[in-house]
C-alpha cells in the first residue's frame, strides 16, 4: 500500500468534514463528506445529496467521484469519508464499486468524531471486484 503523507491525509480529512456540512440528509440526517485524492494531487470534494424519491439518494463518495471525472481526473489514489459519528464508517457497496473503476489500488480512509480510523485499500473491502479489465 502506496503511503500517503500525514500532511495530505489531514488536507483531504479537513476536506472531507468541510463538505460533509453541504450534505442534503434531512430524511436518513446522516451528514457524510467525502474528498478523494487524484495522481495528479488535486482533491475533489463532495456530499451525500438525498431526495424526497429516496433511491435517488447519491452518497458522498459518488458525489465526490463524479465531480473529479468532470474535471477530467480519472486515477484516485485515495479516498477519505468523514462521518460525525462516534464510529467510523466505510463506504457502501455502490460506493466501493465505483471507487474500483478509478482507483483499483486506492486507500480508504474512514474518520469520524471519535478517536476510531478505518484504513485499508480497497482490494480489502472489494476482493475480487468485477472491472474495466473484466471488458477487455
Ligand atoms: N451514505 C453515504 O453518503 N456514503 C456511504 O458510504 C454510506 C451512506 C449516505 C447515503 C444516505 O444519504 C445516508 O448516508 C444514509 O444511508
Known amino acids: 500500500m502506496a503511503d500517503i503523507d500525514e500532511k495530505t491525509i489531514g488536507e483531504l480529512v479537513a476536506q472531507a468534514k468541510q463538505s460533509s456540512k ?11 463528506g467525502a474528498a478523494v485524492l487524484t495522481t495528479e494531487g488535486n482533491i475533489f470534494t463532495g456530499c451525500n445529496v438525498e431526495n424526497a424519491s429516496l433511491g435517488l439518494t447519491i452518497c458522498a463518495e459518488r458525489n465526490a467521484i463524479f465531480h473529479m471525472v468532470a474535471e477530467a481526473q480519472r486515477q484516485i489514489v485515495a479516498v477519505v ?3 460525525p459519528t462516534p464510529t467510523p464508517s466505510a463506504p457502501c457497496g455502490a460506493c466501493r464499486q465505483v471507487i474500483n473503476e478509478f482507483g483499483p489500488s486506492a486507500q ?6 471519535g478517536p476510531d480510523v478505518l484504513h485499508m485499500p480497497l482490494s480489502e473491502l472489494l476482493p ?5 479489465i473484466d471488458l477487455e
Open 81 to 83: 469519508v468523514y462521518t
Open 108 to 113: 480508504i480512509i474512514s474518520v469520524c468524531d
Open 22 to 32: 453541504h450534505a442534503y440528509s434531512p430524511y436518513s440526517n446522516f451528514p457524510v
Open 128 to 132: 475480487h471486484a468485477f472491472g474495466p
